[in-house]
């Protein structure tokens, strides 16, 4: 059975910093994939970004380049997001999901909510 | 980026009817669409892919269609259960796009 565990998540003031870890078990980690997908209170889904297999390649949303970035460690099976120079609006459960073959969100962690306040 | 457009927002309907919901994107992306499910409190999930293939255990009441530009996803006789946010997602695009979703209530 898949399994995507989110952690880390918590309340942060802006401008301050959070790493998520997202575990993967179930699947053999390194031949997917994988993404992380926010929801805003009350709002619909925003797709963040998303890491190839083997880390070479990373795609980002406009609205956080250069200030998140994603990671993995696939001996650790897990998936990181590094989040610097937090605003209000990064305010959101953030989920991890693996893709599947033609890249769609085949399987979500049940996410972990980061909060961006004073 | 690719924008998502979906309507209508949110419909409400009664057990058995027919449910349609229409996701426009504003450039082609060759059926490289996904519909999710999403109740309150939960983790989305995939119900079609590809436009309109299947999930694995999904109910065959949900069926998917559309190319190009213009997708659609049909729920043929709407249960209790089916009340949820449904979003349309293209990954045409390494950069994925979500639809602003589509709230389906029960009456």
């Known amino acids: 059975e898949v399994q995507l565990m989110e952690s880390g998540g918590g309340l942060v003031q802006p401008g301050g910093s959070l790493r998520l870890s997202c575990a993967a078990s179930?699947?053999?980690?390194?031949?997917?994939?994988m993404n992380w997908v926010r929801q805003a209170p009350g709002k619909g889904l925003e797709w963040v970004a998303n890491i190839k297999q083997d880390g070479s390649e990373k795609n980002y949303v406009d609205s956080v380049k250069g200030r998140l970035t994603i990671s993995r460690d696939n001996a650790k099976n897990s998936l990181y997001l590094q989040m610097n120079s937090l605003r209000a609006e990064d305010t959101a459960v953030y989920y991890c999901?693996?893709?599947?073959?033609?890249?769609?969100?085949?399987?979500w962690g049940q996410g972990t909510l980061v909060t961006v306040s004073s | 980026d690719i924008q998502m457009t979906q309507s209508p927002s949110s419909l409400s309907a009664s057990v058995g009817d027919r449910v349609t919901i229409t996701c426009r994107a504003n450039?082609?992306?060759?059926?490289?669409l996904a519909w999710y499910q999403q109740k309150p409190g939960k983790a989305p999930k995939l119900l079609l892919f590809?436009?309109?293939r299947l999930e694995s255990g999904v109910p065959s009441r949900f069926s998917g269609s559309g190319s190009g530009t213009d997708y659609t996803l049909t729920i043929s006789s709407l249960q209790p259960e089916d009340s949820a946010t449904y979003y349309c997602q293209q990954y045409y695009n390494i950069v994925q796009t979500f639809g602003q979703g589509t709230k389906v209530e029960i009456k």
């Open positions: 590809a436009a309109s």
């Open positions: 179930g699947f053999t980690f390194n031949t997917y994939w």
């Open positions: 999901a693996r893709a599947g073959a033609k890249l769609e969100l085949r399987d």
């Open positions: 450039q082609g992306i060759s059926n490289s």
